[in-house]
């Protein structure tokens, strides 16, 4: 029996995939059609609430009370998304994870979860941070706004001008990120190996 973290979980799939050619999250992935619905069918027994963030509606298996649609559709920034994410959540916290990272384990997202309590920012970190393998929480939004203002869109400016942690992982290949076609092909071998 799976106990639910009690935080919402928000997938953040709404990149441009300008390295890959073509939309990645849309791209077959282990048994799911898609990267995204492995993504989010991985993550879904682990919350009670999970959503996906996105610039349009590409999907065909979540309801659409499920999908955080990018309040500026011209702009391709995380940090527009997760304006209108804490938008949507006021003073709560919040697990961020992009669809291109399906490999970060249940027990790293716990670790974070129960170390995020007394900051605002708990983000993970093996040989470099991870940007966004992060819980906020939304109560930093008033900051994100003036950062929008001031046409400043660099998550790492967001984590350090606000109260954070960075937690240590030891296992590099759990952040893989699949940004071209090398990454996504060395993925496909890692979750066809046995016990993945």
């Known amino acids: 029996m799976i106990t639910p973290f009690e935080i919402t979980c928000v997938i953040l799939s709404g990149g441009k995939s300008s390295r890959m050619g073509e939309d990645k999250s849309l791209l077959p992935f282990s048994t799911s059609k898609t990267l995204i619905e492995y993504q989010y069918q991985r993550l879904k027994p682990y919350f009670k609430d999970i959503y996906i963030s996105s610039k349009t509606d590409k999907f065909d298996f979540i309801e659409k009370d499920f999908l955080i649609l990018d309040e500026n559709q011209e702009i391709f920034s995380p940090i527009l998304a997760l304006d209108t994410i804490f938008n949507k959540f006021k003073n709560k916290k919040i697990f961020i994870i992009t669809v291109d990272?399906?490999?970060?384990?249940?027990?790293?997202?716990?670790?974070?979860?129960?170390?995020?309590?007394?900051?605002?920012?708990?983000?993970?970190?093996?040989?470099?941070?991870?940007?966004?393998?992060?819980?906020?929480?939304?109560?930093?939004?008033?900051?994100?706004?003036?950062?929008?203002?001031?046409?400043?869109?660099?998550?790492?400016?967001?984590?350090?001008?606000?109260?954070?942690?960075?937690?240590?992982?030891?296992?590099?290949?759990?952040?893989?990120?699949?940004?071209?076609?090398?990454?996504?092909?060395?993925?496909?071998?890692?979750?066809?190996?046995?016990?993945?």
């Open 101 to 196: 990272t399906p490999f970060v384990s249940l027990k790293t997202i716990s670790e974070l979860i129960n170390q995020s309590h007394e900051v605002d920012i708990c983000i993970a970190e093996t040989q470099k941070t991870h940007n966004l393998c992060v819980v906020f929480s939304s109560n930093i939004n008033s900051f994100i706004k003036v950062m929008l203002k001031d046409d400043i869109h660099k998550i790492f400016y967001l984590i350090k001008n606000n109260n954070h942690k960075i937690v240590h992982f030891d296992n590099n290949d759990e952040f893989i990120n699949i940004n071209d076609k090398s990454e996504y092909k060395k993925s496909l071998d890692i979750i066809n190996l046995p016990n993945i």
